[in-house]
């Protein structure tokens, strides 16, 4: 018999059969519902906007402080090896008290930052406030996640979670159109992104703050207050549980950190460089570098929306290995081409299967967590993964050193960077491990995490289900015998 990994690929029939069709699904959902996930997808856009503020300014910032490429990527490291802190951080303070103020206080602080990037004279400065910034940076893709995800029916969470992941394309997509548009026609040059990256995310945290509480922490909250449980008891509880979940998902643990990390090679890797690509090694203008980064921006969100709808229907894992498929068959595209319009299609391409990936990951995290510690979980285990691929940009700009092309630059030959040849192999090895990760790992497609005792419940580290009172509705009601089998199953094999 096949190894269960390998079997598991593709959802049971029965998991299909069960499931209500989509559009019903939909219709059903409450205005609340609908606002969850949209303050979620918008808290992330915002997180985008602010972190690629500084891959789209790499040229600008290096005469700003008269600093080579290599130096200014360093911002981007120091950004992401930080966010791990903030994931650490913001994740059991939402687990602990909720997901409504934590995610709040993360957006305001990240908006402060963002702000502050906007003033600063010199280039240590600078990069104390992109390392702050990455604390603030790292908190808020699991309480996004979380927010958006936990209070939707099972049968919406894998195109809801292609959605909400591609509030990172978008955001991208709208720091190239700032750039763009504003950059060039304001004094203050590009500065004028940080702080108009600012302002949006300040907006976030005024969405998130006329909400209400996640569904799941007030049913949480009522239980605990009928029990009599007070504050200081629940954090107790807390720690024990989270003393718990350790002990019994530490192989987890490292399984997702090392998924992570080939996923944030491969966004980092074809994103974080990729302007500064174009008009170094194929002598892009900046308009055209930042029109063909738009381009591929627009794969990314279609990819995303589209796997993680497919992804409902033909399993999470499956729909990960085809997109990454994709990637390995347009990397020539990518990279071999010189015109404007070949070089935006395998951009567009590329995107499509990079993001189209990253789609399926907010749920499948979601679905793999234990259930109790859906914010801190996935967030870490994705920070860390940013945390050991957080010199892919310096990678890159050391490779481009040291391989070198020519190009034909105002009628003479000059020797620049060969950033083409280094993001091919790149790209390709991190697909490969991908592909080989993802095949190994476990799905639980279908979870109903949202049935689960939160991390201040006795139980919650265990994985135990919450009883549901009369009168308290989860999300979605319906049984959950299938997901009990499958995971007997599991265990028996």
């Known amino acids: 018999m096949a190894p269960y990994f390998l079997r598991n690929l593709v959802p049971h029939r029965e998991t299909r059969a069960q499931a209500r069709p989509l559009l019903t699904v939909l219709r ?70 909720g997901r409504k103020w934590p995610l709040v206080g993360n957006l305001i602080l990240v908006a402060i930052l963002e702000l502050g990037a906007g003033f600063v004279q010199t280039f240590k400065q600078f990069l104390a406030l992109r390392s702050l910034f990455g604390i603030g940076m790292g908190g808020i893709w699991g309480l996004a996640a979380a927010t958006a995800l936990e209070n939707l029916p099972v049968e919406a969470r894998g195109l809801a979670s292609g959605v909400v992941q591609q509030g990172y394309a978008v955001g991208y997509l709208i720091a190239a ?82 998924l992570m990390t080939g996923f944030n090679f491969l966004s980092h890797g074809s994103q974080d460089l990729y302007p500064t690509y174009l008009q170094t090694s194929k002598n892009f203008s900046a308009h055209n570098a930042t029109v063909a980064t738009i381009i591929g921006n627009c794969g990314a969100i279609a990819g995303g929306a589209i796997a993680g709808w497919v992804s409902q229907y033909i399993g999470r894992r499956l729909t990960i290995i085809l997109a990454v498929l994709l ?39 979601a679905e793999m967590s234990p259930p109790a510690f859906r914010a801190t979980f996935p967030g870490v285990a994705y920070q860390l993964g940013n945390m050991v691929s957080s010199a892919s940009a310096q990678i890159e700009a050391t490779g481009g050193r040291h391989l070198r092309t020519t190009i034909i630059e105002d009628g003479k030959v ?59 509705d989860t999300p979605d009601s319906r049984s959950v015998d299938n997901e009990k089998g499958e995971k007997q199953e599991r265990e028996n094999v």
């Open 177 to 258: 159109v700032i750039n763009l548009t504003l950059v060039a026609d304001v004094s203050a040059g590009w500065r004028s992104l940080f702080w108009t990256a600012s302002g949006i995310s300040l907006f976030a945290a005024v969405i998130r703050s006329i909400l209400p509480e996640s569904e799941v922490f007030l049913r949480a909250k009522a239980t605990e207050r009928e029990r009599g449980t007070d504050t200081t008891k629940k954090t107790k509880i807390f720690i024990r549980e989270t003393k718990e979940m350790l002990k019994r998902h530490w192989l987890l643990c490292i399984y997702a950190v090392l």
């Open 327 to 365: 990637i390995g068959a347009f990397i020539p595209l990518w990279i071999l081409p010189s015109s404007f319009g070949a070089l935006a299609a395998g951009a567009f391409c590329i995107q499509f299967g990079v993001q189209g990936a990253w789609g399926v990951i907010p749920i499948q995290l």
């Open 28 to 97: 059903e959902l409450t205005w609340i519902q609908w606002a969850h996930f949209f303050s979620g997808w918008l808290a992330w856009t915002c997180d985008a906007i602010d972190f690629f503020s500084v891959s789209l300014s790499v040229t600008h910032l290096q005469t700003q402080f008269n600093k080579p490429t290599s130096d200014i990527t360093t911002a981007i490291t120091l950004t992401l090896l930080f966010r791990s802190v903030g994931a650490v951080v913001f994740g059991i303070i939402s687990d602990r008290y």
């Open 414 to 472: 000059t020797d620049v960077p060969d950033y083409a040849t280094v993001q091919g192999i790149l790209i390709g090895v991190v697909a490969a491990f991908v592909i080989f990760i993802t095949i190994i790992g476990p799905e639980n497609h279908g979870s109903h995490f949202e049935k689960h005792k939160t991390a201040f419940e006795e139980g919650g580290g265990r994985d135990e289900q919450a009883v549901t009172r009369e009168g308290v």
